[in-house]
């Protein structure tokens, strides 16, 4: 899991800063901006299957889950004309609400049959933006006796999933 650090040199103040994480109602990136995330897009290109695999399992679900659009694909040829792979839909559809992002059904069936690839992106994207872990370090400098210190405080970690944190940590560290 990738953690962000940010580290905030301050004189003391009076009242700490604030912070609010703000969570949107939207996907952090359009369907067509595989650019914003050059790895996800190649690995998708190179080896679709193992991507949609390993996608399915960050999400939490079961690794082979993607492989059944594969036998969807095989039922096209012989006996069930059906145009919207099943398991990219759901996984859409899944994310979706998972995250509360705004959208209907019927545009994640447009995604899923017209630009599974693209489509299959975007949901590896937000997937991994929104499992991604920020922590906010405050450092300030103390004087204790002749010698200056820098304390860190640590107030929580901010997530984008429900956690239970610990009070906030003070580090001493010589300078």
Not at 54 to 81: A, I, Y
Not at 130 to 148: D, E
Request: charged share 10%.
């Amino acid at each position: 899991m990738a953690t962000n650090v940010f580290i905030s040199n301050q004189q003391p103040q009076p009242q700490p800063p604030t912070l609010i994480a703000v969570h949107s109602n939207q996907w952090s990136t359009g369907i067509c901006d595989c650019f914003d995330d050059l790895e996800v897009c190649c690995f998708a290109y190179c080896c679709f299957p193992c991507f949609a695999c390993k996608t399915t399992s960050d999400f939490g679900e079961c690794f082979c889950l993607p492989l059944l659009d594969m036998l969807w694909t095989s039922m096209q040829f012989f006996c069930v004309p059906t145009c919207t792979p099943p398991i990219a839909m759901s996984m859409r559809v899944a994310v979706r609400h998972r995250y509360g992002i705004e959208g209907g059904m019927a545009a994640d069936c447009i995604y899923a049959t017209f630009c599974n690839l693209c489509s299959w992106c975007q949901v590896a994207r937000e997937i991994k933006r929104r499992k991604s872990t920020h922590t906010v370090i405050n450092a300030q400098p103390a004087f204790v006796g002749a010698q200056q210190y820098m304390v860190t405080s640590q107030p929580g970690v901010i997530t984008s999933q429900p956690m239970i944190s610990t009070a906030p940590q003070a580090v001493l560290t010589p300078m």
